[in-house]
Nanobody
């Protein structure tokens, strides 16, 4: 089993920035990828960004340079920096790991107000 704990969510004014963190613990071995997803009310969960085992990064189509994902293999952490936030970034953000089985964190709420 792998446990993922997210932190860093909260209330942010539009135009501001936020950094989310995820700490992985447990039986971490063959990590194929780690990723951030988000889900706004009434919508499907969507992938924000993913880091593969070889360091390659894939971003969601909507990212447009405002999101930066970073993984620290030694510390088993994953961060997501979000800049120039808009109200459309309001969502619950989830940390994900493929180890290779899939595990999810509980999510952290991010609310952006105008």
């Amino acid at each position: 089993q792998v446990q993922l704990v997210e932190s860093g969510g909260g209330l942010v004014q539009a135009g501001g920035s936020l950094t989310l963190s995820c700490v992985a613990s447990g039986r971490i071995s063959r990590v194929a990828a780690m990723a951030w997803y988000r889900q706004a009310p009434g919508t499907q969960r969507e992938e924000v960004a993913r880091v593969f085992y070889n360091g390659r990064i894939r971003h969601g189509d909507f990212v447009r340079g405002r999101f930066t994902i970073d993984r620290d293999k030694d510390k088993n952490t994953l961060t997501l920096q979000i800049k120039n936030m808009t109200t459309e970034d309001t969502a619950v953000y989830y940390c994900y790991i493929a180890n290779p089985a899939s595990f999810w964190g509980q999510g952290t709420q991010v609310t952006v107000y105008a």
